[in-house]
């Protein structure tokens, strides 16, 4: 069995690693919580670009139930093929069109699954989905048959803590929580994104950053990428180190409400 490792432009702690491998030995979903920009979406590509498997994605909305993962049956589409009399619509099964779980489950072999911000959803919806996610199957009605995957998916769920998730569902999942990168993570990330650039700028854009998101009064924390956004900025403009120790230069890439910006500029600006 291979295990994933990280790759080369996604970092990971032995924490995550260890959880990552646990889901996948297990064979349960790996369910992700951590504030936005700390990477939970990349997640799931990189264990798929890592294992070399495709991967089917899930974007939860707040309309979103557990039926259309599954599959839903097109009774429209076979309504107005009847209607023109010109297909044959006594096969069920060209109407029935697989959804993003079902289609995991269908696979001949095995992908990657994200199941992205499931705390959008209704309350109930991870509830209707524990029979699928433990027991790696479902029944269609219209075709009268089970479909049961020969590869169990390897299962990513990301949350950003919008709502509890039911216990029943978290007994389920292996969790990891994943932390904010601290400046040390910070600058080999950077590395790993820009390598060659200089050691003092970088050390002193990061603790600019750490600056700023530290201010208790942000509303919206400044996030890695915009962080390695505002990194590029600095360099194609050629701000030096001593313009970002004293100013606060392109800070609209880094904050995106104009109180968080005001804040910023009022407690920073003499720093």
């Not at 044959?88 to 994200?114: F, H």
């Not at 890439?253 to 804040?263: A, F, G, N, Q, S």
Request: aromatic fraction near 8%; charged fraction near 30%.
């Amino acid at each position: 069995m291979k295990y994933f490792r990280g790759t080369s432009d996604y970092l990971v702690t032995p924490g995550l690693m260890e959880a990552v491998n646990a889901a996948i030995i297990l064979g349960r979903p790996l369910l992700v919580k951590g504030e936005p920009g700390t990477g939970k979406t990349m997640l799931a590509y990189k264990i798929a670009e890592a294992l070399n498997k495709k991967i089917i994605v899930w974007n939860i909305k707040s309309t979103t139930v557990a039926q259309e993962g599954l599959y839903v049956y097109d009774t429209v589409q076979r309504l107005n093929d009847a209607r023109f009399g010109d297909r044959d619509i006594s096969d069920i099964r060209q109407y029935i069109k697989l959804g993003p779980l079902g289609q995991a489950l269908a696979s001949e072999e095995q992908v990657v699954l994200l199941i992205d911000e499931i705390d959008k959803a209704e309350l109930e919806f991870p509830n209707d989905l524990l029979h699928e996610l433990d027991q790696m199957d479902f029944y269609i009605p219209e075709t009268r048959e089970w479909i049961k995957a020969k590869h169990r998916p390897i299962v990513v769920i990301t949350s950003n803590s919008e709502k509890e998730l039911p216990e029943a569902f978290l007994r389920r999942c292996i969790f990891h929580y994943i932390e904010f990168p601290d400046p040390e993570m910070m600058k080999k990330i950077v590395e790993v994104h820009y390598p060659g650039l200089s050691e003092k700028l970088v050390s002193t854009a990061v603790k600019r950053f750490y600056e700023i998101r530290n201010l208790r009064e942000l509303r919206k924390k400044p996030s890695t990428s915009e962080l390695l956004d505002w990194i590029k900025v600095l360099v194609d403009e050629r701000i030096n180190e001593k313009e970002i120790a004293e100013g606060l230069p392109f800070l609209g890439v880094l904050l995106k409400k104009t109180k968080d910006v005001e804040v910023a500029r009022r407690r920073l600006s003499s720093v």
